[in-house]
């Protein structure tokens, strides 16, 4: 028997393939300081909680394709109040998280052989994304010593050619933590509708900004609705990975209606989590400012620790919750083996991989990245874990 080419492509992702070794090392007794997965531990707000607690009906039924009207009237109210951006019925689609909403666009844009820009470092499971229609990441190198900034016209043109249909960007960036400003946003934005391409951003880190600016969303610039694909969610927003709910948005209808091809085969969203998922969008501004303080905290707390490890290199990041590093060891899958194999002590660490970050051959293999998704205390619990481990796996 045989498998599909395009799935032969795909690779284990990076943040979860160590899972199994991680379980056994838990099981024989080891904490596990997991850095390796954007799931904070930050409590879920208790809106969540109660709207499933007070969930009554006699049938768990189906929902409608596009989602449920509660929680797509919760997202266009936040988009309207929080950024000024008024939506439509028919322009945002309820998914399965923004995985799904991600997977739709993906599938709805690109044929075998087709290209989509991207800057590197990015989010991995963008690779399976992509490859599973048939495409291909072209990848637009970034650096540390450039902040991973990317939005240079000359760099993103020089990307183009006749394979090109969409550029996609992560913005705030995981995992560079880079946060594009209102003219770099703009530039993306006008070349894509120059080019006749799709821009599809992916804002689930959209609240995560330190530095006190506005939330933003390119959905906030006129005139670029035929060429603009939104991605967002829950999960990182509330903190609320596991309820699974997210959106696809478009003022391009035509790309909405092979959408919902997509959206109609596959029935529906979790119907109980996207009622759940509406009454997250009730909490106060206080909420995301507490939590943005907390992250930053924990940010600060980490690059400190990171900065003053022998070899260990790292930039502070501006927004979402993740950093890369680069670690002084010729392999971090090796290095992530040892740790959760061989390492003695009563705690590790898991990390994922860099890697797979790259879509450049050869690029990330002594690169990590890491989350500061678990609090201070914890985050220098794994540092000094981290610091002493790459002593003795250097010593070997
Ligand atoms: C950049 C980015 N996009 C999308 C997602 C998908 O999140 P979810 O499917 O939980 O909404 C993630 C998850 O880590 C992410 O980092």
């Given at each position: ?380 619990g794994a540092m000094d874990v981290l610091e002493r481990a790459l002593r003795e796996y250097n010593n070997k």
């Open positions: 028997m045989k498998f599909s080419s395009k799935i032969d492509r795909c690779q284990l992702s990076p943040i979860r393939k160590f899972a199994p070794y991680a379980r056994a090392a838990e099981k024989a007794g080891k904490k596990i300081y997991s850095l390796n997965i954007g799931n904070p531990d930050i409590a879920t707000p208790s809106a969540y909680k109660e709207a499933l607690r007070s969930y009554d009906a006699a049938t768990v039924g189906y929902g409608p394709s596009e989602g449920l009207e509660v929680y797509l009237n919760a997202v266009m109210s936040y988009y309207d109040v929080k950024l000024g951006v008024k939506l439509e019925k028919g322009e945002v689609i309820a998914t399965t998280g923004g995985s799904e909403a991600l997977c739709i666009a993906a599938n709805a844009l690109l044929d075998e052989g087709d290209e989509i820009i991207c800057p590197e470092p990015f989010y991995p499971n963008y690779s399976t994304f992509v490859t599973i229609p048939g495409g291909r990441i072209c990848p637009m190198p970034t650096t540390p010593e450039n902040g991973y900034r990317y939005a240079v016209r000359e760099h993103v043109e020089a990307c183009i050619n006749e394979h090109t249909k969409a550029i996609l960007v992560t913005n705030p960036g995981n995992p560079t933590g880079c946060v594009l400003t209102e003219e770099e946003m703009r530039i993306m934005l006008d070349v894509a509708k120059e080019h006749d391409l799709f821009l599809v951003c992916d804002e689930v880190y959209r609240e995560f900004v330190y530095d006190g600016s506005p939330l933003r969303s390119a959905l906030q610039y006129e005139g670029y609705d035929q060429n603009l694909i939104i991605v967002d969610s829950v999960s990182k927003r509330f903190s609320a990975c596991g309820a699974r709910v997210g959106v696809l948005i478009s003022k391009n209808m035509e790309f909405m209606h092979h959408a919902m091809k997509w959206c109609q085969a596959r029935l529906c969203p979790p119907t109980v989590d996207q009622i759940a998922a509406a009454a997250l969008y009730t909490v106060d501004e206080h909420y995301f400012e507490m939590v943005r303080e907390e992250y930053k905290r924990r940010r600060d707390t980490m690059v400190s620790r990171l900065q003053a490890i022998p070899g260990v290199q790292c930039k502070m990041p501006d927004g979402a919750f993740y950093l890369m590093a680069t670690l002084p060891v010729d392999d971090a899958d090796k290095f992530q083996m040892w740790l959760l194999t061989e390492f003695e002590g009563d705690a590790t660490v898991m990390f994922a991989s860099g890697e797979p970050f790259y879509a450049t051959p050869g690029k990330g293999k002594n690169e990590v990245r890491l989350a500061y998704v678990i609090n201070c205390d914890a985050i220098n």
